[in-house]
């Protein structure tokens, strides 16, 4: 029965599956459940509805909204592809209103999905929600109670994207105009910023090379993440070959944004969010304490934050977790993943959100590279002194065989003198393995590095099946080319096949 209602579908931070494995009997079922979870346990009878760029999208909206309709539930539609960060913004406009963003991130082209959010934009995971968030829609999914017809439903279309143009340039504090002068390339891999991003910066007069900007959820260039080589191989060539200041490149929901400088050199986002923090501090006077960084950040990225004078506490991967981490701690203004998602607490109304808003990420960084350019290229010169083997794969075909892999993994660099933790500062579980030799676990402005540290990360990963993933920095090329090989020997040796980057 499990494998007939494709519960695999419901994972730690969303719903991710094949498109072809949620049919429309399933889909149907699953926004029956949704919409009993709505109005029993989280009491909104209004929900927000919007698609990405994928080619399932459209259907899958057409058939959710109608559930919703049918149960009773007023529908708020964004028309048309749209990114899951301007979804986030709407959201804020209607804090009454749960949502469901459908789409399917960095995926392949094949997958569809959902993230949810409960009102308040709260995020709703596995384990993280009233009721146990996405885990009571599961039980109501295998129930299979949902779908009595209520009256009263409706569908209304929303278009708020003049204003969200105009609060994240804001938020930003980019002027009309500021930008003139500064020459930025984009590459939206046909996902779904391209519409936000070019009105954006349009506004604020920066001169915008676009490439891939028109929504096509075939992905012709391939799966819709900005790690992959071979996708952002043309958009990287006609950046080379232009004079731009810097370049930008989104995954296909656009909450991912990765940097490169004019010369072609990649910025880390960890030291991105670095070089950013003194300005998003500037919105948190007497407030702001502290940010997280994901455990994969660069700890010489993690010293520059500090000398912001916030505290840096690592945190576990994940938007829902990091998310519910941020609005539980109030004295957290912002978090980055080293996976270039940046996370942004601001108020609307009275009232606190923890979101994603890339269009403000790239605005802010815009106005930095144009106004603070002595600072990026310090923070350059300090990624120089390190090396990077950004996160890969290895797929297991049995779950054993990847534990198994794991704990060599582990065993091999506690032998060599790394320190491992599995949790954040607070107890919490990192639900990755984090390794460091020659270096603290803690991390401040005063942290002494010594010249031969090293920096490990491994983690199950929890939107495709059967993967582990890893990523290494270090002091110098060789001993993190070292670690890679050393990794994928154990990897293979458990059963792991090729190397897989996404």
């Known amino acids: 029965m499990g494998d007939a ?15 072809v494995q949620l049919s429309p009997d399933l889909l149907q079922r699953l926004a029956a459940a949704e919409a ?18 994928r080619q399932a999208g459209p259907q899958s909206l057409t058939l959710v909204a109608d559930t919703f309709r049918q149960a009773g539930m007023t529908v708020l539609y964004l028309p048309g592809p749209c990114s899951t960060c301007y979804f986030y913004f709407v959201a804020s406009c209607y804090p009454e209103a749960a949502g469901v963003m459908i789409g399917a991130s960095h995926n392949p082209a094949g997958d569809t999905g959902q993230k949810i959010i409960g009102p308040g934009l709260r995020p709703i995971a596995a384990a993280i929600g009233p009721d146990g968030g996405l885990d009571a829609i599961r039980r109501l999914y295998q129930a299979g109670t949902g779908g009595r017809a209520v009256s009263g439903g409706k569908v209304v279309a929303v278009d708020r994207m003049s204003e969200y143009l105009t609060f994240s340039r804001e938020l930003a504090e980019v002027e009309v105009g500021e930008l003139r002068g ?43 993440n900005p790690v992959k080589q071979d996708v952002i191989r043309s958009g990287l060539a006609a950046f080379q070959s232009g004079e731009c200041d810097l370049a930008n490149f989104f995954d296909g929901d656009g909450d991912r944004i990765d940097f490169y400088h004019g010369d072609g050199c990649y910025l880390s986002s960890s030291f991105v969010y670095a070089a950013l923090l003194p300005e998003i501090q500037r ?88 106004r603070e350019r002595a600072r990026v290229e310090h923070l350059l010169e300090r990624q120089a002194t390190t090396a990077r083997a950004r996160e890969w794969s290895y797929r297991f075909a049995h779950p054993a065989q990847r534990a198994e892999a794991l704990q060599a ?10 320190a491992t933790t599995h949790c954040m500062a607070d107890g919490t579980p990192l639900e990755a393995t984090l390794m460091r030799r020659g270096l603290p676990f803690r991390v401040d402005a005063a942290t002494p590095v010594s010249g031969d540290w090293l920096q490990v990360c491994q983690r199950i990963s929890q939107s495709e099946d059967g993967l582990a993933r890893w990523e290494v920095v270090g002091a110098d090329l060789a001993s993190v080319t070292r670690a890679k090989q050393d990794i994928a020997r154990l990897a293979v040796s458990w059963g792991g096949g090729d190397e897989y980057q996404g």
């Open 283 to 370: 919105h948190f006077a007497g407030q702001g304490q502290g940010v997280y960084a994901d455990l994969k950040s660069n700890p010489l990225a993690v010293i520059e934050m500090a000398r912001s004078g916030l505290a840096v506490d690592i945190i576990r991967n994940g938007h829902s977790q990091i998310k519910e981490q941020l609005y539980s701690v109030p004295d957290r203004l912002g978090a980055v993943e080293e996976s270039a998602h940046f996370y942004t607490v601001f108020s609307r109304r009275g009232q606190r959100f923890c979101t994603e808003n890339t269009l403000y990420i790239a605005l802010l960084a815009a106005r930095v590279w144009h």
């Open 409 to 418: 993994v582990q065993e091999h660099f506690e032998s060599q003198g790394a």
């Open 182 to 224: 500064l020459r930025i390339f984009q590459d939206y891999l046909h996902g779904a910023a391209g519409r936000e991003m070019m009105l954006g910066l349009e506004q604020a007069g920066a001169t915008l090379l676009a490439e891939h900007f028109v929504p096509d959820g075939r992905f012709p260039l391939g799966d819709p």
């Open 5 to 19: 209602l494709n519960l695999s579908m419901f994972r730690a931070y969303d719903i991710r599956t094949p498109a």
């Open 36 to 53: 009993q979870y709505f109005r029993e346990v989280l009491q909104t009878d209004c929900v927000l509805l919007a698609h990405d760029a």
